[in-house]
């Protein structure tokens, strides 16, 4: 049994002692301060016996999600319930991870004798990993809050950090309608390997020559004709750079993590479209690949990959993907291509093999605005040197727009959004894409 006076144990305390050195002085003081200590230790040993001899005790169950969603809150509960026959008041300590630093959580709360109460709070982590939970511990007292007593509950757990799966529900519903048509888009011509036969029919006037059978023709003694419709399963892949631009941080989390968390997302909302989701990553050199699927574990498979994925931020090499593209990827697709440059230099060494890429298939570059930037320029200038720090900010802001025209100018899609946001865009985006009928 360990005994842990309060506060207010110890503020008591020095008074009466304070108060004794006086009555040293003055003897009808002394004799109060005799009486007080008395009382004193009589109420302290009272508030032992109720805590720790009179047969109460609580009982603590803490459940932990199977695994946590990187990025997002999540929730950790706790059920308590007190046998005391009095209420008493305890502050719940729980170990979180050191991942977490923090060493100031408390949740204070009253129980009723017999009465369960129900204590939560959330936690947001910013990687993926093995995260490890220690004991639980609470610390009880009584009305008299002199003494506390200490519990110690349960035993280490480990809860894995996932990519962001909570986001998957949440971005669904981009992903209801099977029409993308929107009223007023102009029919666009598609490129590549984009229909798939229906059937063979009679020629009429506006159909296309180029689709007469002549086979089919020959034996109906009529022109007849190959029916086309869309394709509506097309191979959609997440392309990662792990590289070293990735490595940034924004929000606690690296722009590596929020598209590890994108791109899961867009990959669920892509199979609920009916298209295939697949996925790239690369540095130095490649590194992983998931052919383009939608079969129902394909998200449970993306999952379990990018939880895996490892980086330690190399140069990344687009010569070498162009090349890995081209013998992984047979079918046009459209590239999702999460990468990050921060000057038209680091564009231009690399833009020969981003056309490369765009010209065998659909590549929409995905690179990052740094939040920091506008805070600097919203800023007031009250001095020189906040003058520089706006017109360095504005120049680098100016530098990511370049960034965005050359691609343009290139034929290459881009997104230029910010990583708080990256979700919402990426999805609208995708269903923009789909929408035009660009791939």
């Given amino acids: 049994m360990k005994i842990f006076p309060t506060y207010r144990f110890y503020f008591i305390g020095v008074s009466l002692i304070v108060l004794l050195f006086v009555g040293y002085y003055i003897p009808i003081i002394f004799s109060l301060a005799k009486g007080l200590t008395l009382a004193f230790l009589l109420l302290a040993l009272t508030d032992c016996i109720l805590l720790f001899w009179s047969g109460g005790k609580i009982v603590l169950e803490r459940q932990l999600p199977e695994r946590f969603s990187n990025g997002d809150e999540n929730e950790v509960t706790f059920h308590l319930l007190s046998s005391y026959k009095f209420p008493i008041h305890t502050n719940l300590v729980d170990e979180i991870p050191p991942q977490f630093q923090k060493r100031d959580l408390k949740l204070p709360m009253d129980l009723s004798p017999g009465n369960q109460v129900i204590k939560s709070y959330e936690l947001r982590p910013t990687e993926r990993g093995e995260y490890t939970f220690g004991k639980t511990n609470t610390l009880s007292t009584t009305i008299l809050k002199l003494i506390t007593r200490r519990q110690v509950f349960g035993e280490p757990q480990m809860v894995k950090v996932y990519p962001s799966f909570l986001n998957l529900y949440k971005y669904e519903l981009a992903a209801i309608s099977q029409n993308l048509r929107m009223s007023g888009q102009k029919r666009m011509r598609r490129i590549g390997q984009s229909t798939e036969f229906d059937h063979i029919k ?19 003694t009529d022109l007849m004709v190959n029916h086309y419709i869309d394709e509506k399963s097309q191979p959609i892949y997440s392309v990662i750079d792990k590289g070293r631009p990735m490595k940034m941080p924004f929000e606690g989390m690296t722009l590596l993590d929020y598209s590890v968390n994108a791109s899961l997302v867009l990959s669920n909302v892509a199979i609920k479209k009916g298209d295939r989701a697949g996925l790239i990553t690369f540095q130095h050199k490649p590194q992983t690949f998931i052919p383009a699927q939608k ?28 090349w890995y593209i081209q013998q992984k990827v047979k079918q046009r697709s459209l590239l999702l291509m999460y990468t990050n440059f921060e000057s038209i230099y ?62 343009t100018h290139n034929g290459i899609l881009s997104l230029y959004t910010s990583p708080e946001h990256l979700n919402t865009n990426v999805i609208n985006k995708y269903i923009e894409i789909k929408t035009k009928r660009l791939l």
């Avoid at 574990?297 to 190399?314: A, D, G, K, S, V």
């Avoid at 690179?367 to 017109?391: C, G, H, P, Q, R």
């Fill in 202 to 220: 009679e020629y009429v006037l506006g159909d296309d020559p180029r689709h007469i059978n002549w086979k089919a023709s020959a034996r109906k």
């Fill in 295 to 322: 079969r129902n574990l394909q998200i449970n498979y993306l999952l379990e990959t990018l939880y895996n994925q490892e980086t330690q931020f190399n140069e990344h090499d687009f010569a070498t993907l162009y």
């Fill in 346 to 407: 680091a564009l231009e060494r690399q833009l020969p093999y981003l056309k490369l890429i765009n010209k065998h298939h659909l590549l929409l570059l995905i690179f990052f605005k740094n939040t920091e930037l506008d805070k600097v320029m919203d800023e007031s200038t009250n001095a020189t040197i906040d003058v520089y720090n706006k017109s360095i900010a504005k120049q680098i802001s100016n530098e990511k727009q370049n960034i965005q025209s050359v691609l």
